[in-house]
Structures are given as C-alpha cells and as structure tokens.
C-alpha cells in the first residue's frame, strides 16, 4: 500500500546577502520517492544532499523562509499544513538523529508514555521496554541520566507505542558500534513487518543495503536512482547510476579498483540548464550539460540520468 508519494519536489529558501539585497537558493530539486506499507526505504548521500530537508518537509517542519515546490502525497491525498499539523506525533513520528529531541525535564517512561495511543499507556509503555531492553527503573530517569544507546532506544521505543502508519528515522546510528547498528536496523525490520513505513536517511550505505527494501540515493538535491537494495551486490552490475555504483564500490569491502566516475560534493543550490553532476561524471555527454534528465523506469527501479 502507498503511503507516501514525493513528485518533483523542491526546497528552496530566500536568504539576505547584505543591505536589501535577497538570493533565492534551492538544496532540493526534482526530489521523486514513493514509500510502501511493510516496507523501509533508506535515502542516502553524503552530507548536504537534502536528506534530512526531506524529513522536515514531510512533517512540515521547514523554517518560515523556506518554499516547498512539487507535492507530498500522504495515502494519496495532497499533504497540506494543515493535515501535517493533524498527522504529527500520531500517523507521521520522527526518530531523531540527536538524543537532545527528548525532553529534560520529563522522565524517560513518561515521555514513552505520552506517544502510546492506547487505552493503558503504562502497559504499552513496559512492553517497549522489554522490547528494547530497558529495565525498569529506566522509567524514572531523567534523560541527562541516560547513556546514548539508552536514550536512543528510548527514541525507537516511542516510535513503537506510537501506533504512526510512517516512522522517519533521520540518521539514527551515526557513531555506534557494527553490533549496536545491526539491533537498531532489526527494530525498523520489526515496524516494517508491522505494517508500518519507514523512512530510513542514513550516509551509511552499507547497513541500508542489509537493512532496506528500497534505496534512494541522492545527490545535489535529487533523487538520482531509486532502486531494490537487492541491486547493491557483486561488482554493481545492476546499479544504473554512475553516482550510486561509485558510492558502492567505494566501500571498503568492495575494493574492486573499477574504473568508475571521480564524484565530488556537489551543492543542490548550484543552478544550470543541465545535470548538476556533469561537471565531475567522467560518462557526461553534451546533452547531460545541455539537458537536466528525468526519472525513468529502468531493471525495476528509477534512474536520473542520460547515460545509463
């Protein structure tokens, strides 16, 4: 079932650059993504590709200079501010990335508690716990008492009582241990096979391929390829975009000394009638310069690009 549709959506924020003087720029361009009921879909990229701007438009929780361009669709209706407002913190739950979203001056097993939509919260509330392996007296704890795995369990705790169709995970493993990663992926598996969407942004590439139904790869602010996870196996064979295949076998694990594109950091604000990334793709034509290209359906998945 879909749950959410992004079409050709754009950010774009207006900015003063001295005296009177405004700039328009635009990180997210031409952003294309389709979440499934049962399924998690990561969205990678490196740093500043629009990830987590995606997750804020979602919620709708971008700055006041921002405009939002294309549209989100939630269960097939146009995801207005007025329904984001109404869908917040009960369809729509976000994980985090930082352990500062909970609140310091409520204990732990009261702020799990004010997510359960359920007629016996507490109930529901140690059953998370147990879940997640969280003792009891973790209740009473204030989240300065906590230690990070502690406090995101607490996080994904809520996500669990919480009952939401579309849990957004923004970058919920950075710095944890291959061991920590691989339980925090299971408890997204356990949501998924609930039922529920999740929205997986993550840079790291390697726990979205083992943990993803679906991959999203961005960069400069779009959707480049959007493909089964499936896909990221061997030498990259069936990857289409330049960009993504390079991510890939840029991995440590896969040193396959290939030929590939030399890709550097591209800003989603940079403007030009052709691809972003023609500058720095070695396969670029005169019509990735000339020509920005569309998503089009290739090997079961969607690719931006000319020359794939």
């Known amino acids: 079932m ?3 549709q992004a079409e050709n959506l754009s950010i774009s924020f207006t900015r003063y650059t001295g005296w009177l003087r405004r700039e328009v720029i635009m990180p997210v361009r031409q952003l294309d993504l389709t979440l499934e009921a049962g399924e998690i879909t990561a969205v990678v990229g490196a740093s500043g590709s629009g990830k987590s701007l995606l997750a804020h438009a979602i919620l709708g929780i971008l700055p006041v200079n921002a405009k939002v361009g294309g549209s989100i669709r939630y269960r097939g209706e146009i995801l207005t501010p007025a329904k984001q407002a ?6 729509i739950i976000l994980v985090p990335q930082s352990v500062t979203y909970l609140d310091p001056l409520m204990r732990s097993g009261t702020q799990v508690r004010l997510a359960a939509r359920s ?4 109930k529901l509330q140690r059953e998370a716990f147990r879940r997640y392996r969280l003792e009891r007296e973790v209740e009473l704890m204030y989240p300065h008492q906590l230690s990070g795995g502690m406090a995101r369990r607490i996080m994904a705790a809520s996500a669990f009582v919480s009952g939401a169709r579309l849990i957004i995970a923004d970058e919920p493993t950075p710095g944890m241990q291959a061991e920590d990663v691989a339980e925090t992926m299971r408890w997204f598996r356990e949501l998924a096979d609930q039922g529920h969407a999740v929205l997986l942004i993550t840079h790291d590439l390697e726990s979205a391929v083992t943990g993803a139904d679906k991959i999203a790869v961005m960069n400069a602010g779009m959707t480049v390829e959007w493909l089964p996870a499936s896909h990221f196996s061997g030498r990259g064979e069936m990857i289409r975009h330049p960009y993504s295949r390079a991510l890939w ?6 040193n396959f000394s290939l030929p590939q594109a030399s890709f550097r950091k591209v800003s989603g604000g940079q403007e030009g009638p ?10 670029a034509t005169a019509r990735c310069r000339e020509e920005l290209p569309g998503m089009r359906e290739v090997m079961k998945g969607w690719v931006r690009c000319h020359a794939s």
């Open 249 to 254: 076998n840029s991995l440590p694990a896969n």
């Open 86 to 91: 109404r869908l917040r913190g009960e369809d």
């Open 274 to 283: 052709g691809c972003p990334l023609a500058a720095c793709c070695e396969l």
């Open 119 to 122: 007629s016996d919260p507490l």
């Open 2 to 4: 879909n749950i959410l």
